[in-house]
């Protein structure tokens, strides 16, 4: 008679659990028969309710046949090789793996941190709801490939407003973040192609264009943008940019360099990527000029809203020269887009009602404060150098006399705050300024680097 120890909780899938591990285990043989109900569940002091229902379990899944008015037997079935048991297994649960070590965690985080406390969380509730109310069942029906064009329409008006982009509403392109539009270039482009990426650079970049199969290749960043000569040399077809403020290093591209990588795509049939992933915060004067002004046949322009509205918000959108715009219906029409209709919808309402720009102007006027006190901390450091190009939510401190970037690191490290340098965003070895720290602010608030002690 089996006999077993069963959970006072759940008693019918313990005797089941210890069942199927003596079957796994081989202690009870293909055809060897089980005991009938009412005796094993008088052996265990169990209901027979309770045994028919392990049973069950055990039949539904293989482990036993029954035959009628003779009980249940053990099938015949490979289960040792199939589930990696042995003489060993006897039923017992595999240990759990060891739990992955966590990330140290720090007072002031200074790499990836965001103010998700500033979303405009009254305004998008109020606009949902209005969504919700308008449009009803509307919301379950499938979105076309390239997004709703509701929110393309409202993205084309507002980039004329705030970038002077004229955007045909039918060549923009919603898509569930940067990352996701990174594959879907590759896709579109070809996967023979060879993509250029910005280095030192945002790692994520050249992850997501070689997860989908391009080739990269790093061309190096001066103070004024890529390395032009570097890019004609390199043998790409596709050049990923931020011209605005290039991360990390905060470089600003003048517009004879604008001009200069225009014209090398436009001479062999290439095309650019121009990210603006942190337009909306240029802190001096107006956003600088597009290169997708210059030259719409050639630039794709492409932003998210992870920075200006929150992180969790996978939504972001490219402006597709209008050749490209075809290909895309071509490959991807059959596709439903993958942003919900719900977001796209609120999204859209926000920025026709003037509400996405206010809260960008809240936005910059809370960062302002946030960087003239890290500035001012920051200059209280012996020989600590700010370098601000008066755009996006980094700047860099260099600190000459620094013996090196470890040194950095670890000094900052010991008083709770997480930074990077420069060196640490290298894709590919290059010459980078040495001692120089880069520093997102972006989650900080003007009390909390009050209290920070360097």
């Not at 649960?93 to 009254?122: C, E, H, I, N, W």
């Not at 940067?178 to 879907?184: H, M, S, T, V």
């Not at 719409?296 to 050749?323: E, H, Q």
């Not at 102007?361 to 200059?379: C, D, F, I, M, P």
């Amino acid at each position: 008679m089996l006999t077993y120890a069963l959970d006072a909780k759940s008693k019918y899938w313990s005797l089941y659990s210890a069942i199927r591990g003596d079957i796994v285990s081989g202690r009870l043989k293909s055809g060897d028969k089980l005991p009938s109900k009412r005796a094993l569940a008088q052996n265990l002091c169990v209901s027979v309710v309770t045994v028919q229902t392990a049973y069950e379990q055990l039949l539904a899944e293989g482990y036993v046949f029954s035959k009628e008015r003779r009980g249940y037997f053990v099938s015949n079935v490979a289960v040792t090789e199939m589930l990696g048991g042995g003489p060993a297994y006897a039923g017992a649960r595999t240990p759990a793996p060891p739990p992955a070590p966590q990330d140290k965690k720090f007072a002031v985080d200074l790499v990836k941190a965001t103010a998700t406390g500033l979303f405009p969380f009254s305004v998008w509730a109020r606009l949902m709801r209005g969504v919700l109310s308008e449009c009803g069942e509307h919301l379950l029906e499938r979105v076309p490939c390239d997004g709703d064009f509701e929110l393309k329409r409202a993205l084309s008006d507002y980039l004329y407003r705030a970038r002077a982009i004229e955007a045909d509403p039918q060549t923009i392109v919603i898509g569930a973040g940067a990352e996701y539009l990174y594959g879907i270039l590759v896709q579109l482009l070809g996967r023979d192609k060879v993509f250029a990426v910005e280095n030192p650079g945002y790692g994520k970049i050249s992850a997501a264009y070689r997860l989908y199969g391009a080739q990269c290749r790093y061309i190096d960043v001066t103070e004024s943008g890529v390395d032009c000569a570097k890019v004609y040399d390199s043998g790409a077809h596709v050049l990923h940019v931020s011209p605005s403020h290039q991360f990390p290093t905060g470089a600003v591209m003048p517009v004879a360099v604008r001009a200069d990588l225009i014209g090398w795509a436009q001479a062999g049939g290439r095309y650019i990527v121009e990210d603006d992933y942190d337009s909306e915060f240029r802190m001096a004067g107006k956003p600088l000029q597009c290169m997708h002004s210059l030259c719409p046949d050639r630039v794709i322009y492409m932003n998210t809203f992870s920075k200006s509205l929150a992180p969790s918000m996978r939504l972001g959108y490219m402006v597709l020269p209008a050749a490209l715009y075809a290909e895309y219906l071509k490959i991807f029409g059959h596709f439903a887009c993958a942003v919900p209709l719900f977001e796209q919808k609120t999204l859209a309402a926000m920025l026709d009602g003037g509400y996405f720009e206010r809260h960008i102007s809240r936005l910059k006027n809370h960062y302002r404060a946030v960087r003239q006190a890290v500035t001012e901390k920051l200059l209280t450091v012996k020989d600590c150098v700010v370098r601000d190009s008066g755009s996006g939510l980094h700047l860099l401190a260099e600190f000459p006399s620094a013996p090196s970037d470890e040194f950095i690191k670890t000094y900052a490290a010991e008083r709770g705050i997480n930074v990077r340098c420069i060196s640490d965003y290298l894709l590919a070895p290059a010459k980078v300024e040495k001692r120089c720290a880069v520093i997102n602010y972006g989650g900080l608030t003007p009390e909390q680097v009050a209290k920070i002690d360097i």
